[in-house]
């Protein structure tokens, strides 16, 4: 099946699409790794620390005096559980993008092969 120059176009157009949208999805998912680590060492120090430690909690340029470690501990457990959801989402996000931008440019490698060997384009 052979495809017209606007045909070919389109899916060029479709595959930077594609490719776009997979750069902000692995940006995203970057963030939210670094994200997850620090909730992870925050969350190792709050078990190796007693309970009576005074614990600061930085908010915005300043800090303030946690005034239950364990309910802090809470809170950030669900943050790093919240956090490993939306990681998993964004894990199979890019696994599909990925396999339908290798199967875009298999497609248009294999049509620009063709239309370089001669075949006419389709109209």
């Known amino acids: 099946m052979s495809m017209s120059q606007e045909d070919v176009q389109n899916e060029v157009a479709k595959a930077q699409q594609l490719q776009q949208q997979l750069q902000m999805v692995m940006q995203q998912k970057q963030q939210l790794e670094e994200r997850t680590e620090e909730l992870e060492m925050a969350l190792d120090e709050l078990e190796r620390i007693e309970d009576d430690t005074v614990v600061f909690q930085e908010v915005g340029d300043i800090l303030v005096k946690v005034e239950d470690n364990q309910e802090m501990k ?46 006419p384009g389709g109209e």
Request: proline share 0%.
């Open 74 to 119: 809470e809170e950030l457990e669900e943050e790093k559980e919240s956090a490993d959801v939306r990681l998993k989402s964004l894990k199979s996000k890019e696994e599909k993008l990925q396999d339908q931008f290798k199967e875009l440019q298999q497609k248009l490698s294999q049509q620009m092969g063709a239309m370089q060997q001669g075949s």
